[in-house]
């Protein structure tokens, strides 16, 4: 089955330590994206790719980076994990960015830090 | 900005009643709605969208949503509640992002519990 595969599931990172996040697809979708969603709150999107054009939404903090080296695969980096960015990482994709196409959701990287 | 609002921050319905989750939106122009689903530990599933059509929207596990223009919400139905429908629901609207995309923008969601 076509899906958006997320690793680690869980990930423990020390305050600090940079930590990378992964994300990969078989779905072939031109657009990537990643969300932030704390503590059952509404997801909040960080960044998206389209193809390898990359969006940075205005209010994603510095922190946090993002590649996409081929359609397949997209990293999340957080440079100097903060106790405040400990939260669920969604990855998701969708065929166009046009908005009427549903995304498609990884099962996320719940990342902690200590 | 594209906004929804979910006014409830939970719902308990008694399996085999009907359940309702309460969705409203503010959108300049039409609006694409969606709804999605979300069990613990797990992504987002898509359940179902409004673009254009038929006011009467049928989804996935037989949820369906009524579109209703005047009222300006977007309410998820199901004639029949399971408690394997237990879950957190999200309401969307397509929302302009950066680089001329286009994302849903999501609710805060509602936890919908069923009781055996």
């Known amino acids: 089955d076509a899906m958006v595969i997320q690793n680690p599931r869980y990930q423990v990172t020390q305050f600090g330590k940079p930590v990378t996040l992964s994300c990969s697809q078989t779905?072939?979708?031109?657009?990537m994206y990643w969300y932030q969603q704390k503590s059952s709150q509404a997801p909040k999107l960080l960044f998206h790719y389209y193809d390898k054009d990359f969006n940075n939404e205005a209010d994603t903090p510095d922190n946090f980076q993002s590649r996409r080296p081929n359609t397949s695969f997209c990293f999340l980096d957080i440079r100097s994990p903060g106790l405040g960015d400990a939260a669920m990482y969604l990855c998701?994709?969708?065929?166009?960015?046009?908005?009427?196409?549903?995304?498609?959701f990884g099962n996320g990287t719940r990342l902690t830090v200590t | 900005a594209q906004s929804v609002a979910q006014p409830e921050d939970q719902v308990n319905v008694a399996e085999g009643n009907p359940l309702t989750v309460k969705c409203t939106y503010s959108?300049?122009?039409?609006?694409?709605l969606f709804w999605y689903v979300q069990y613990p530990n797990r992504g987002l599933q898509f359940l179902l969208k409004y673009i254009t059509g038929d006011n009467l929207v049928k989804g996935s596990y037989g949820f369906e949503a009524e579109f209703n223009k005047s009222q300006t919400s977007f309410h998820l139905k199901k004639p029949s509640a399971l408690v394997s429908d237990s879950a957190l629901y999200f309401c969307?609207?397509?929302?302009?992002?950066?680089?001329?995309?286009?994302?849903?923008?999501f609710g805060r969601g509602t936890s919908l519990i069923v009781h055996p």
């Open positions: 969307a609207v397509r929302d302009r992002a950066s680089g001329g995309s286009y994302i849903p923008t």
């Open positions: 998701a994709t969708s065929r166009d960015r046009g908005g009427s196409k549903s995304l498609h």
């Open positions: 779905l072939n979708h031109n657009v």
């Open positions: 959108v300049s122009g039409n609006p694409y």
